[in-house]
């Protein structure tokens, strides 16, 4: 595969251009980064490229000759594969059935031999997941393992790939980053999406910066830096330390004591953990998505029941508590790992999103039947106090740009000031502003006297946010630093390594 070419792309959605106009050439055998906001048209334009979209306007070319793309079928035959951020997999299948899904076969499949192929094959790239495993079983990190090995099983060519590092610890990350420079070798092209500037600087060849659906600049990675990219992203300058204050430890919050969580099949997933948490503190866990992360989440906010063990909140236990009566009585908020699947319900407005916790109360609804101005008002609030960007107020919230629909969960997670905040993967797939937004808010609850439990997959973020730092690995703390700086030992033990 050589040359590709995009000329002139432009996209509607009703009367908003998510596309403008848009010229790209990427190189063969480069790998061209492409950056942008929540919102900027990154996604658009790539949903065209792998024919998922058909532009109002403008072409693309491969190889010189111009491409005919009406749908995923002619981008996988035109040799282009896209891993997306929000996954195409299908939930009752395998994770060998999902990869093969739609590939040419014979009529009597041998399915054991697929799944010894996709089993070597995930060895090989270094992205292990179980063939036979249902996908609806995985945690959301090991399902876009499956949808990176889904396309190179396919032997695309060029690769476009939607923040692929989130769920890889930083050994694991620096073997991607050589297979993709072994596929680049190859004459393999690659358009890597991410937020994570230091990627673009230290892999890439050229980057693309997107703003409002255009093309601002292209530069060479090599003659740029992370202040500069990250101002033509956002167009003006970006704090890049935070301001975070002094730890302030107060009273015990949430006490967990040889805590055990099985999943579906009976298998400890969660396996005697153990911790406090204070009020004006954060706790991060780091670790590599599923290794019981989501459990230990879920079993705190009382979506999943623990086998073993006891969970206290303000010394009241409260280990066996359903989700209703944690909402009713515990000042607790839930920012949950998946704001689209799990935290809002798409085709409902802002407003219906963020009474979702406390619908059936007085303040809302009568009768069962909903308080319309009660609603407006709290939606209103929301709106002005954090910043949520909309073109209407009775647009749905699958509408919003990522960073939007994660700044309503904020606002109703956050509402009356909860002792308790678990945060599970709060700013993932948020561009650098977002990103920054969501953790100010944090720590500003932090500093007002809540308990943050932090969970992320992201080392040098979890790092940042933390006052104490757990780390994860098969269910188990393998220790709790107080000392949160060492970067290399915490790498290492995110990957099992404890020395």
Known sequence: MSELSLERITKYFGSFVANDRIDLRVESGTIHGLLGENGAGKTTLMNILSGLYRPDAGSIYLDGKRANIASPKDAIASGIGMIHQHFMLVPQLSVTENIILGTKSSWRLNLRAKEWEIGQMSQFYGLEVNPKEKVRDLPIGIQQRVEILKVLYRGAKVLILDEPTAVLTPSEVTRFFQILRQLKSRGHTIIFITHKLEEIMSLCDRVTVLHRGQVVETLHANRTNPQQLARLMVGKEVL????????????????????????????????????????????????????????????????????????????????????????????????????????????????????????????????????????????????????????????????????????????????????????????????????????????????????????????????????????????????????????????????????
């Open 240 to 499: 890049s330390m935070l301001n975070k204050s002094p730890c302030s430890l107060q009273k015990v919050i949430l006490e967990v004591n040889e805590l055990e969580v099985k999943d579906k099949r009976n298998f400890p997933v969660v396996k005697n953990i153990s911790f406090q948490l204070q009020a004006g503190e954060i706790l991060g866990i780091a670790g590599v998505d599923g290794n019981g992360q989501r459990e230990l989440a879920d079993a705190i906010a009382g979506l999943k029941i623990p086998t073993r063990g006891t969970i206290k909140f303000l010394e009241e236990e409260i280990t066996h508590w359903s989700v209703q009566r944690r909402i009713k009585q515990l000042s607790m908020g839930y920012i949950p790992e998946d704001r689209q699947k799990i935290g809002l319900i798409s085709p409902f407005s802002i407003g219906k999103n963020l009474i979702l916790k406390n619908f059936n109360t007085v303040n809302i609804s009568r009768n069962f039947i909903l308080k319309r101005k009660q609603i407006e008002e709290e939606e209103e609030r929301a709106i002005a106090e954090f910043d949520i960007r909309i073109s209407d107020t009775k647009q749905e919230v699958s509408q919003l740009s990522g960073g939007n629909q994660q700044k309503v969960i904020l606002a109703r997670e956050f509402a009356g000031n909860p002792k308790l905040i678990i945060a599970m993967q709060p700013t993932r797939g948020l561009d650098i502003g977002a990103t920054k937004y969501v953790q100010q808010q944090l720590l500003k609850a932090r500093d007002t006297g809540a308990a943050i439990l932090y969970i992320s997959s992201e080392l040098e973020e979890v790092i940042e946010m933390s006052d104490r730092l757990a780390v994860i690995y098969q269910g188990t703390f393998l220790t709790i630093l107080d000392d949160v700086k060492d970067r290399e030992q915490i790498g290492l033990l995110m990957a099992g390594i404890n020395r």
